[in-house]
């Protein structure tokens, strides 16, 4: 059974730092994992998918990498912003059609 | 185009009522997945539905229970409220609910029960 696990759950950084998300998987047969974002309150927002021929994959200041071998994920923010304050999930899924299996997120705060 | 509408956005309940909360999918997308998001739980996956039939279920007791009609809505009915069933209820769909598509979520219901 496919368990992820997000550590730390909280991290406040100042404005203009880089930073890194951890995500590990326990069942390194992945097919795909994804990243989001949830805004307080509110439903989630898909930011980067990897499939599991994928490495990584970039949109902006965002950066997601893949590593089956070891079971880890991370998600890279660049120069990080205030209004990237909100907590981010990872999702593995195991095959085709199966369900999402989440993490509990990491809590993020962007100091200004 | 209009995302994933959820509603009510907002309610409260008594212990051993019922309730019931819809979901419109993204237009042409016809998988609708439910998740129940607790702070002690986190994200976990209640079913999935794809033209009308439950394609996949989590691991819930039989007081949970959805429908998707024709028009690709969907509903989910909880029976019998427990104080722990409080919770916020997410709806997602994506086209045919495959890993290549994109999924999108609605800002979700937020069930309180007292």
């Known amino acids: 059974k496919q368990e992820v696990t997000q550590i730390p759950a909280a991290l406040s950084v100042p404005e203009g730092e880089n930073l890194v998300l951890n995500c590990s998987f326990t069942?390194?047969?992945?097919?795909?994992l994804q990243w989001f974002r949830q805004d307080p309150g509110k439903g989630l927002t898909s930011l980067l998918l990897?499939?599991?021929?994928?490495r990584e994959q970039t949109s902006g200041r965002l950066n997601a990498s893949l590593d089956k071998s070891s079971g880890r994920s991370t998600l890279y923010i660049a120069a990080s912003q205030p209004g990237d304050s909100a907590t981010y999930l990872c999702?593995?899924?195991?095959?085709?059609?199966?369900?999402?299996?989440f993490g509990k997120g990491t809590r993020l705060s962007v100091i200004a | 185009k209009a995302g994933v509408t959820q509603t009510p956005r907002y309610l409260i309940k008594t212990r051993g009522q019922q309730v019931t909360l819809s979901c419109s999918p993204i237009?042409?997308?016809?998988?609708v997945s439910w998740y129940q998001q607790t702070p002690g739980q986190g994200l976990q996956f209640l079913f999935e539905?794809?033209?009308?039939?439950?394609?996949n279920k989590g691991n819930f007791p039989g007081r949970f229970s959805g429908r998707q009609f024709s028009n690709s809505r969907s509903e989910m009915n909880v029976s019998t409220l427990e104080l722990g069933d409080s919770a916020l209820y997410l709806c997602?769909?994506?086209?045919?609910?495959?890993?290549?598509?994109?999924?999108?979520f609605g800002e979700g219901s937020w069930l309180t029960v007292v």
């Open positions: 237009s042409g997308h016809r998988s």
């Open positions: 990897i499939q599991s021929s994928q």
């Open positions: 999702a593995a899924r195991n095959s085709g059609n199966t369900p999402l299996v």
């Open positions: 539905y794809f033209s009308e039939t439950q394609r």
């Open positions: 997602a769909s994506s086209r045919d609910g495959s890993s290549g598509n994109t999924i999108y």
């Open positions: 069942d390194s047969a992945i097919y795909n």
